[in-house]
């Protein structure tokens, strides 16, 4: 063979043979690029069909029991180390071992995880070592945060250890552990914190470990940390703590219980906590912590004090002792959502922990009752009990909403809050859930985008509303029975350390069904009825007719807001219907409970020749729907409140319903604007009682949204309702805000019965009265500021958000040009506390003027002015309350997008507050094209928000339909006015 080679090649000329030489050496070249091409991609990333690496979740054949982890934080020069033994049991033969890190670059700081030592060693039945087993190849995997080892041999079923080392880098973010700072109030010099936040995927960035809820694990920690900072935390009580060398410190913690990676948290700190500690009658230990200033002049004693009791009443509640042995919550100066409830140690925004009783208004202690009963509740309902995946988030972000009820109403007898609880929850979920934008309460979901956004008010509010329902139709409206909590305690019992999916929980709940309530062949089945509201979207609304001479018909169809584009509609398992509880009761009736089953009706009989006979459904909200009646019933309700005598009758939540309730319709276009506005200059006659008023208040404000385009009709509409405000701010309001005399003390105290509340409506009252423009009570307000600027007299807590609002949003000139640098001086002032802020914050954004508004919005993107965790906050809450504020947000968004993006990656909730409080009241199809137009390719740069933005979308549109369909009878309304004004100066 090789001689013919030889005699053929012998008869080439020289340039032939120049010519196949060439062609030989380039193909030699290229034979070895694509060899070395495809070992090199080998090397990172198999064919798809043989690797494990490609799917987003971990197998479940490789099981973590223990984790010994040893972390040195050298906030100095912002690095972190790490080491840790994770032992893991092998229940499949396998050859890789994958678990999560995080060495994806931030955009904008960088998160670096950079693995230096991997190891994994066989285990005999004791836990010791064996022997070293020879890893093949090891490598990030960054498309799945994957850290993965191909090993030389096969792994047997049985117990292993792996052993990583690490380093990287601390960041000015709000994910994983991160950097975030104060100036001391005293000295001025800035001051380093380093806190977390793992939820839902951060705490891969601390370290490589098994990133979901179902690998729960034991876990023993150790810290290094600079003795400049005395204040070490983590999630159990210190061991011990010994001194390493002039520099350093070493804290040892007790061992955990069983947890989910996400529950990790960490504080090192120049804080105080609260000394001594409250202590629970088991023996929990409790403080709150914060900087030492605040600390010291007491914000911490409030939090402290309610988290006791609130601690006492769980146990009581869940039937289960809260685990634990201590308790620590922690006041963070930068904190990207309200609080997270890390097992043992739940860190906060100082909004939502400190309270400074000289300072701050009841509203401030409202708000941080709520947060820590909400995140307490958490303990055992997502910390003790969590789901498996987060498509079931709502079990953890649900129950929480509800449980926190009880929690405050435990903490604050006297608030009477289940007043506030009735349209809480449930119109916040409606408001989303009334779209075809919306989706189920549990969704399978993968991406981490995907997971990001279930932490929206489907998880939290609608989860809680179901709830809610669950119990009125477990033991029904007024029972003493507790068949709801005895299901919920059986449920924490049976998976305490453990996970449960939503079914686990509607088992324990069809098991004390079918004992207590309903054991017939013909029962409803619990979990049947909860899937059709968990696994399908938005709700029903019920119809009530006249079915024939002597019945009623109540019937059930899917609620959807006029306006809505139903092109990207969903298909629904079970057809828009549901199993729904109702109650209802007619003038001489009791309470009846019956279920509306999905295509079916209940016949009721009713007495038509009787003229005062009524049917009102949902009395007390507790049901996820609303209802609407046939004209002729709805007006046999509407007689009910003819007369100030029979509107008194009307309970809290009979009133707050039937206002929301009709306003939610109207916008559907199932009732007409008329109905409305009649029930408005109804109930605004006679209402004295504060929920009511505030919703009625809430609808008010909604028509002067929708109406804000229409300068001339929204001034019409604020003036037809000044001479109410004016009334109720004579009655309730005036004798505590015109006497600059009146001290603090004056006002009505929450520790009466009322008392809570009676002082939140005088507040209430000065609120209406000013922005509806009455005289005594505007004039107050700006004499008040100017004494407030001059530092003659600091206004009162309650009062002071109405005072600064009052003042900003007046007609722009050279004072109030002045005024709002001088209050802007104030926001930045290192004294001004974190609730101040907020106050101070909100007032400067109701400014009217553009270049203010901007220069506003610029220094939210400075963090040495604006902390990162506020910036998206006052841009799409606090500089969009009014038409001009909402035009220079939308431009600024447009400009400045892909800084935003870049910046506030990690911004978990504010992402969708920003991106809703910009985009969502626009009213016209030219605004709604512009929005569709400049996101039309920054669909992936929305990451989590995308459904806050096709929420807006939805929203828009409903707004545009609102205004076709209702401006003339809104027009009709305020021309009644001026005609009655003409005859009354005849």
Request: one cysteine or more; glycine letters at 4%.
């Amino acid at each position: 063979m090789f001689e013919v080679v030889k005699k053929t090649w012998n008869t080439f000329t020289k340039d032939t043979k120049r010519a196949i030489l060439a062609i030989m050496g380039l193909a030699i070249v290229l034979t070895i690029v694509v060899i070395a091409t495809v070992s090199k991609s080998a090397s990172i990333k198999e064919p798809k069909s043989a690797t494990i690496w490609d799917e987003i979740r971990l197998p479940t054949t490789v099981v973590p029991s223990h984790y010994d982890v040893k972390l040195k934080i050298d906030m100095t020069n912002e690095r972190f180390s790490g080491s840790e033994h994770v032992y893991i049991t092998v229940t499949e033969t396998t050859s890789v071992l994958l678990i999560h890190i995080n060495d994806v670059h931030s955009k904008t700081e960088g998160y670096e995880m950079n693995v230096t030592r991997h190891e994994v060693h066989s285990l005999d039945d004791q836990g010791d070592a064996l022997e070293s087993l020879p890893v093949k190849h090891a490598f990030p995997y960054s498309q799945n945060s994957f850290f993965v080892m191909k090993m030389k041999v096969d792994l047997e079923p049985g117990n292993y250890k792996m052993y990583f080392e690490w380093e990287s880098r601390l960041v000015r973010g709000l994910e994983g552990i991160y950097l975030s700072t104060y100036n001391d109030k005293k000295t001025g010099e800035e001051k380093k914190v380093l806190a977390s936040q793992m939820e839902p995927l951060a705490a891969r960035k601390v370290m490589p470990c098994f990133d979901e809820p179902s690998f729960k694990a034991e876990f023993t920690m150790e810290i290094t940390a600079e003795k400049i900072y005395p204040v070490v935390l983590w999630n159990m009580p210190e061991k011990s703590k010994e001194a390493v060398d002039e520099t350093w410190n070493k804290f040892v913690f007790e061992k955990s219980v069983k947890m989910s990676t996400y529950l990790l948290a960490f504080i090192v700190a120049d804080f105080k906590c609260t000394e001594p500690p409250e202590v629970t009658a088991n023996g929990c230990k409790v403080r709150t912590c914060g900087r030492p200033d605040d600390v010291d002049n007491g914000a911490d004693t409030y939090s402290a004090k309610i988290t006791k009791v609130i601690i006492e009443e769980y146990e009581k509640f869940y039937g289960t002792k809260f685990p634990l042995p201590k308790i620590d919550s922690v006041a963070v100066p930068d904190f990207s959502a309200g609080a997270m409830e890390n097992w043992g140690l739940i860190l906060y925004r100082e909004t939502a922990l400190l309270y400074f009783p000289e300072k701050d208004t009841y509203n401030n202690k409202a708000r941080v009752n709520t947060v820590v009963a909400h995140e307490l509740a958490h303990q055992w309902f997502g910390n003790l009990v969590t789901m498996k995946w987060w498509n079931d988030l709502w079990l953890n972000e649900g129950f929480a909403s509800y449980v926190e009820w009880i929690g405050t109403n435990k903490s604050e007898p006297n608030w009477n809050y289940f007043d506030f609880q009735t349209y809480s929850d449930k119109s916040r979920a409606f408001a989303i859930d009334s779209y075809v934008s919306s989706r189920p309460t549990s969704i399978a979901v993968s991406k981490p985008d995907d997971i990001t956004a279930q932490f929206d008010s489907i998880s939290y509010s609608k989860g809680s509303a179901m709830l809610v329902q669950a119990k009125m139709f477990m033991d029904g409206t007024g029972q003493e029975t507790e068949n709801f909590e005895n299901a919920i305690r059986n449920y924490v019992k049976k998976y305490e350390f453990n996970n449960a999916e939503q079914s686990d929980l509607y088992a324990e709940l069809d098991k004390v069904y079918e004992s207590e309530k309903d054991s017939s062949a013909s029962r409803v089945n619990i979990s049947e009825v909860m899937n059709t509201w968990t696994l399908q979207m938005n709700f029903p609304v019920l119809d009530v007719r006249r079915y024939d001479d002597t019945h009623l018909a109540i019937s059930q169809r899917r609620f959807l807001i006029s306006g809505s584009d139903t092109s990207g509609d969903k298909e629904s398992p079970y057809g828009y219907q549901w199993y729904v509880p109702v109650e209802y009761m007619t003038k001489d009736s009791e309470i009846v409970f019956e279920w509306l089953k999905p295509h079916s009706t209940i016949l009721v009989e009713f007495d038509f020749e009787d003229a005062s006979n009524y049917i009102r459904l949902n009395m007390n909200s507790a049901g996820y729907y609303i209802v609407n009646y046939s004209y002729d019933l709805n007006n046999r309700l509407r007689n009910r409140i003819d007369t100030e005598e029979n509107y008194k009758e009307l309970t809290t939540p009979e009133a707050q319903g039937m206002m929301y309730d009709t306003f939610l319709l109207i916008s559907a276009g199932i009732k007409p604007m008329s109905d409305g506005l009649d029930l408005i200059d109804r109930m605004f006659k006679y209402e004295e009682r504060l929920v009511p008023l505030k919703e009625i208040s809430r609808r008010i404000t909604g028509v002067a949204v929708h109406i804000s385009e229409e300068e001339e009709l929204l001034k019409k509409w604020k003036a037809k309702f000044q001479g109410r405000a004016k009334a109720l701010f004579d009655k309730f309001g005036a004798e505590y805000f015109k006497s600059d005399e009146a001290a603090e003390e004056d006002l009505p105290k929450d520790n009466v019965d009322g008392g809570f509340q009676d002082r939140l409506k005088v507040v209430f009252s000065v609120q209406l009265a000013c922005a509806y423009d009455v005289e005594e009570c505007v004039n107050a307000a700006t004499a008040k500021f100017d004494a407030y600027r001059v530092g003659s007299a600091e206004p009162k807590a309650e009062f002071k958000a109405t005072i600064l609002n009052t003042v900003m949003s007046k007609e722009y000139d050279e004072n109030i040009e002045s005024d709002w640098d001088w209050l802007w001086k104030k926001y930045t002032d290192d004294s001004t506390s974190a609730s101040e802020k907020q106050t101070i914050y909100y007032a400067l954004g109701l400014v009217q003027d553009d270049d203010k508004l901007l220069e506003f919005s610029n220094y939210c993107l400075d963090s040495s002015l604006v902390r990162p965790s506020d910036s998206l906050y006052i841009l799409g809450r606090s500089i969009t309350q009014t038409k001009k504020g909402r035009v220079v947000s939308w431009q600024f968004m447009q400009d400045m997008w892909t800084r935003i993006t870049e910046e506030f990656t990690d911004a978990l909730f504010a992402v969708d507050a920003y991106i809703s409080g910009v985009l969502s009241n626009f009213a016209n199809e030219g605004d709604l094209k512009d929005i569709e137009d400049f996101f039309a390719d920054k669909m992936d740069s929305l990451g989590p928000g995308k459904a806050a933005y096709e929420s807006a979308l939805q929203s828009i549109k409903g707004n545009i339909a609102w205004l076709k369909k209702h401006k003339e009878a809104v027009k009709a309304f305020v021309a009644d006015d001026e005609e009655d004004d003409e005859g009354d100066d005849d």
